[in-house]
């Protein structure tokens, strides 16, 4: 696998189930068990009843472009080869939002509204990234 140039996450407790799913390329969310709410990003409560009681359960990964904005500068340099670049928050068919980059698509292209659906990315041997990709019709 080549040298992953930009900044890799760092699972923090309460996200590692998270990234552990991503890496099976699955998209994994907490979703509460007292009132069937997901939410996202993970934490040790609901933060719709504050229950305690949650499973990590896995998602569609289907959604829409909530918002976006197109980078045209560099602001890292890993990111040098791929200005512009765009990076949405997109809302998910199960209510969670998101924000990643969207990928497959000019950014002048891109549109609120626009489904899309998860992509993913294996960056390093540990470490997969979930993206969107407009989802054709």
């Not at 949650?54 to 890292?76: D, I, Q």
């Not at 497959?104 to 993206?131: F, Q, R, S």
Request: hydrophobic share 35%.
């Amino acid at each position: 696998m080549p040298e992953y140039k930009k900044p890799i996450p760092v699972p923090s407790f309460e996200s590692n189930p998270y990234w552990e799913g991503l890496r099976r390329h699955q998209l994994l969310m907490p979703r509460c068990n007292a009132c069937n709410r997901y939410w996202f990003p993970p934490s040790t409560h609901c933060p719709h009843c504050t229950s305690a009681d949650f499973a990590w359960t896995p998602v569609s990964g289907r959604g829409k472009v909530f918002t976006y904005v197109v980078y045209h500068r560099v602001f890292h340099p890993g990111f040098a080869d791929e200005v512009p670049y765009t990076v949405a928050l997109v809302e998910l068919e199960e209510g969670p939002r998101m924000i990643s980059n969207i990928v497959g698509i000019p950014p002048d292209e891109l549109a609120c509204e626009m489904p899309v659906h998860v992509v993913y990315e294996d960056v390093a041997d540990n470490v997969t990234l979930p993206k969107f990709t407009p989802t054709r019709n």
